[in-house]
């Protein structure tokens, strides 16, 4: 899953990609609303934390250019304390959740996981396609309640396919959901974490759908 953080206070900015990294999510940053509101107009995130006071083009403006053009990623808003107005104007100009500073990470990252399920359309923090498990909350795999082993960049590619089941996932998409803006972006490594993903996964989990990209628990399976 990829995140855009728009924050211009840059100790806050750095905790937050920080935490966010360490979560395990690819993280791209801006520090003013002009740059921000670009990256988030023309890359594809799975969803953004917006500060509301930024230099430049404020986060309300933000926001709503990018409602008004289509861009129907997630937004979480950050808020002043005791701005009860500013959450009201935020949540008015499309944003799907706030949290009011100073906070605690720990709820930012909780309000991230939900934003980020619930808009690939999952209520609970435990994903399941068949005998595989992935609690969001602990980013812990298990196949029949045995924990799998996996590597950072192997748990990102896994989250995404369960986040979005069913559905054929190309090789674009993923490199674009997967990786910050500076990652050296080859489709190729795709293909290498795939392979070690199935090796560490029951066979056939992971289907390869010819010329589209790879899809994971076939509609079928779904009962
Ligand atoms: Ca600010």
């Known amino acids: 899953m990829r995140l855009l953080v728009v924050e211009d206070d840059p100790d806050l900015n750095r905790q ?18 002009e740059e921000g509101h670009f990256l988030g107009d023309t ?17 309300i403006s933000v926001l709503e250019k990018w409602r008004r053009d289509e861009r129907n990623m997630p937004v ?23 949290v009011a500073k100073p906070f605690h990470m720990e709820e930012i990252l909780a309000r991230v996981r939900a934003l980020l399920r ?23 795999v298990t196949v029949d309640g045995t924990p799998i082993k996996l590597t950072s960049h192997e748990y990102r590619l896994l989250s995404y396919l369960m986040h979005h089941q069913g559905r054929v ?23 290498v974490f795939v392979g070690r993903l199935r090796k560490k996964l029951p066979s056939e989990l992971i289907e390869t759908v010819r010329g589209l990209g790879y899809c994971l628990g076939s509609a079928s399976d779904e009962t």
């Open 76 to 98: 979480l808003i950050l808020t002043a304390r005791d701005r009860w107005s500013d959450k009201v104007a935020g949540m008015d100009a499309g944003a799907d959740d706030y």
């Open 118 to 140: 619930r808009s690939a359309g999952h209520a609970k923090n435990e994903i399941e396609v068949g005998s595989l498990r992935l609690d969001t909350r602990t980013s812990r």
């Open 43 to 59: 890359e594809p995130y799975d969803a953004v934390i917006l500060d509301l006071g930024l230099p430049q083009m404020d986060g």
């Open 16 to 33: 937050l990609v920080t935490a966010l990294t360490e979560a395990g999510y690819a993280v791209d940053t801006a520090f003013d609303g």
């Open 169 to 191: 996932v190309s090789r674009t998409e993923l490199v674009e959901h997967l990786y910050d803006q500076d990652f050296d972006r080859d489709s190729n490594t795709i293909e």
